[in-house]
DNA sequence: ATTCTAAATAATTTCGAGATTTTGCTATAT
DNA sequence: ATATAGCAAAATCTCGAAATTATTTAGAAT
C-alpha cells in the first residue's frame, strides 16, 4: 500500500528522469492500479504537481506531461543562473568553513561519478547517480544563502530543467566539459570571489542557452 | 452558484488582502457555507494555493494562512528586487515603444491614485485601488522581458510579499516617499538606464529590508 | 468526397458518507 | 498542583458512485 506523500514522490520522480514521455497524458484513472489507491488520491498528487509545473493542467482536460521547448529550456536555464549565482554569492559571504566543507564533499562526489562516466563504455547504470549527485552539488552551492524562499525557487526551477532534459542528457557527450567547469566552480567558490564563481556559473550553463541541447 | 476557479480566485484575493488574519485555521467544512460547494472543492483549491505559498498544509492537520515574519518579508523583498532588476533591464533591451507606453501609461494610473491618497484624510476606500495599481506597475515594469518563466515566478513571489504586508500597508505612512521613488524607476527605465533601474528598484524595496514594516 | 449533426462512448469533476487521525476534556494518580 | 491515560468530540482524509463535460463514431445532407 502506498501513502500519499509515496505518490507525489514516485510521480515526480518518474516526471523528471524519463519515467514519462514528453507530452504524455496522464490519467489519474489508469495510475491509480500501479499505486492501488483511488484516481483521487492521484488526481490530488497530480494537482499538486501542477502548481510546480511539473505537469500541465486544462480544465476538463485532464492532465499532460509538458513539451519539449527551446524557449523554455532557455528561459528555465537563465533562471537557474540568477538564482544559483545570488545563492552562491551569499552563500559565500555567509557560509563559512561548514559550507566549504560540505560543498568541498558534494564536489568530490560528483568529480568521482563523472569520471567513471567518462572512463567507462556504457554508463547508464550510472545515469541517476549522475543526476543525484549533479543536483546535490548545484543545491549545496547555494545552501549557505539564508534565504529558504531562494531555495524553494531554486529547487522548483531546477525540477523543470531536469524535465526538460530528461531525454537529451543521456549521452554525456558534455561530461568531459562539464568536469573541468564543476572544478572551476568549486575553485572560484573556496577563492570567495563572488565575481568569478558568478561568471563561471554562467559560463557552465551556457550550453543551454543556444536551444541546441535538446536536439536528438 | 460558484465555479471552481470561482473559489481559487475568490480565496486568493482574501489571502492577499486582509481576507484573513495571520495564522488563521482555514476549514474546508466551514468555507464550503460560503461558496455553496462541496468540502472537497474548497480542499482541492487550498491544494493549489498552499504550493504557490499562500497556505501553510499539514499532513492531518489541515490549512493555515502562514505567520507574518520579518525573516520571509526580507527574504520575498530579496527576491523582488532580484527578479524586478533583471525582468526591468531585460525589458529595457527588449520592449520597445510599445512597452514604454504602456509603463508611462501604468505609471500615470499608479501616480493619480497616490497623490489621492497622499491629499485625503480617509484613504480606506482607495486601498484597493492602489494595491492593483501598485501591481500593475511593477508587472509592467518587467513584462516585456521575454520571459514567462520569470514573470510566473515573479507573480508567486510578489502575492506572498503583499500576503506578509496586508495589515502593515494601510496606514501609508511611506506615501510621499513612494511617489518620488516611482517616478524616478519609470525616468530610469525611460532613459534605458539599466543600472540605475536596477539602482532605484532597489531603493524603492529597501524599507521592508529593515525588519520594521511589520510592526504595528 | 466533405461537412454537419446526433448519438454513443469515454474522460473528468463533484459530492457526501464512512474511515482514520487529531484534539479537547475529564478523571485519576502521583 | 501537575501529569497521565482514557474517552468523547471534532476535524481530516479516502473513496467510489453519480453528474457533468469532452471526444469519437456513424449517418445524413450538401
Known sequence: MHTKI?????LRKRLTSNGFDHGAKLRAEVLR??????????????????????VNFQEQRGFRVPQRSGQKLIEL???RV???????????????????ARLTAAHHKLSHIEKRIHASEDSSGLIDLWFSSEHEFHQTLISACGSETLK???SVIYAQFRQQLMKADRKFNFISENIRQHADILDAALAADEI???ERISDHLARHLTGKTLED
Chains 1, 2 share one sequence.
Open 33 to 54: 492500479d500501479e499505486f492501488k489507491c483511488s484516481a483521487s488520491a492521484v488526481r490530488e498528487a497530480l494537482f499538486r504537481l501542477a502548481t510546480v509545473g511539473l
Open 6 to 10: 509515496d505518490i507525489y514522490s514516485e
Open 196 to 198: 568569478l564563481t558568478r
Open 77 to 79: 536555464t537563465h533562471m
Open 152 to 154: 524553494q525557487t531554486h
Open 82 to 100: 540568477l538564482l544559483e549565482s545570488e545563492g552562491a554569492a551569499m552563500s559565500i559571504r555567509n557560509g563559512g568553513i561548514a559550507w566549504e
